[in-house]
């Protein structure tokens, strides 16, 4: 494998491989020693069209712990806005000696073409392409969930899935890359995923997604379930015919404070609550429920430099292009 552009395809081999290297990653972060020589001499490019806070800064300071050299490009107040293509900007930057790409783009497809056009050498990272995929936060948020279940089960993270373990992604799945990533991912992982949402928040086809599909949140959680997954009503990208009020949407898909007393009535101490983020605080999650110990948002942050780390050193070593393919194992 030369570039990481989605989870779809991702096989289970590569998908354990990362997720063990990052946890390796990890542990050399909680050491004193905060710099690995691993990549020293080579170029990691960031290539943001799209704002972010989380995934840049991380692939920053993951390309950093790797003593990686770092060119951070963002269209915003560059060439991009006189109208020059993404080929002629990633030519540009390739010309500069970029080993690995990291692309956010608005658009779906956009890191593929990159990555299949000849235009450029580097091994292509996709941080997240319209609605289509955001890979590495699907494996942070794995590998966030990968310690809290063997954890549980008294196992070793290396090596663990998530066999068993029930997760629910709710809210604006019509919008999010985040869901469509982990779907995929957790479907690889063994995981039992169950998707919530309004009706009108769903895509055409996700009846063919490998997951349950329901629009009660209550009625979901009733179930029970080990991890909660509220995913960014990404009003950016929707116009007013696809949303229920702001006030309906918090009652009915928000993740508030009720809910959260719900999992201890329902005796779910062990679930977790995770968001991706950026967060809308009292629209699909309330600020209890945030910052309640069950969160583990700035845990899935700190675990995205790890995972970063990991799918930087993997792809640019080559070492996974020794791992055979295999499809994934469940279904
Ligand atoms: N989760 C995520 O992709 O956040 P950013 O948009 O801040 O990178």
């Known amino acids: 494998m030369r570039?990481?552009?989605?989870?779809?395809?991702?096989?289970?081999?590569?998908?354990l491989a990362i997720l063990d290297t990052a946890q390796e990653m990890a542990a050399v972060g909680e050491r004193e020693i905060k710099k690995l020589p691993a990549l020293r001499g080579r170029t990691v490019v960031n290539l943001f069209f799209e704002d972010s806070t989380r995934t840049r800064i991380s692939f920053e300071a993951a390309a950093k712990r790797l003593s990686a050299d770092v060119i951070n490009f963002s269209a915003k107040g560059s060439s991009v806005s006189k109208g020059e293509s993404l080929k002629d900007t990633a030519q540009t930057l390739q010309a500069m000696g970029a080993d690995a790409v990291v692309i956010r783009h608005w658009a779906s497809g956009a890191p593929?073409?990159?990555?299949?056009?000849?235009?450029?050498?580097?091994?292509?990272?996709?941080?997240?392409?319209?609605?289509?995929?955001h890979p590495t936060q699907a494996l942070l948020d794995a590998f966030t969930m990968r310690a809290h279940w063997s954890k549980l089960q008294g196992i070793p993270s290396v090596g663990a899935?998530?066999?068993?373990?029930?997760?629910?992604?709710?809210?604006?799945?019509?919008?999010?890359?985040v869901a469509r990533s982990n779907v995929w991912l957790l479907r690889t992982l063994g995981a039992?995923?169950?998707?919530?949402?309004?009706?009108?928040?769903?895509?055409?086809?996700?009846?063919h997604w490998p997951c349950e599909v329901t629009y009660d949140l209550d009625a979901a959680l009733d179930k029970g379930v080990d991890a909660v997954m509220m995913l960014r009503?990404?009003?950016?990208?929707?116009?007013a015919s696809f949303f229920p009020s702001t006030r309906e949407y918090a009652r009915r898909w928000?993740?508030?404070?009720?809910?959260?007393?719900?999992?201890?009535?329902?005796?779910?101490?062990?679930?977790?609550?995770m968001h991706p983020g950026p967060m809308?605080?009292?629209?699909?999650?309330?600020?209890?429920?945030?910052?309640?110990?069950?969160?583990?948002?700035?845990?899935?942050?700190r675990n995205g430099?790890?995972?970063?780390?990991?799918?930087?050193?993997?792809?640019?070593?080559?070492?996974?292009?020794?791992?055979?393919?295999?499809?994934?194992v469940k279904d």
């Open 3 to 15: 570039h990481l552009l989605g989870t779809e395809q991702l096989s289970r081999e590569h998908t």
């Open 112 to 133: 593929a073409r990159l990555a299949t056009s000849g235009w450029i050498d580097a091994a292509v990272i996709n941080a997240g392409d319209g609605t289509h995929a």
């Open 161 to 177: 899935d998530l066999s068993g373990m029930r997760v629910l992604i709710a809210g604006d799945v019509l919008h999010s890359r």
């Open 192 to 207: 039992h995923v169950t998707l919530v949402a309004p009706p009108t928040l769903l895509p055409v086809g996700v009846e």
């Open 233 to 239: 009503v990404q009003a950016e990208r929707m116009n």
């Open 254 to 273: 928000g993740f508030d404070d009720a809910r959260l007393a719900r999992l201890d009535a329902l005796d779910l101490k062990d679930t977790i609550i």
């Open 280 to 301: 809308n605080r009292g629209l699909e999650i309330s600020s209890a429920a945030a910052d309640s110990p069950r969160s583990t948002v700035l845990a899935q942050v």
């Open 305 to 328: 430099v790890s995972v970063r780390m990991a799918a930087l050193y993997l792809l640019l070593s080559g070492d996974l292009r020794e791992t055979p393919t295999t499809p994934s």
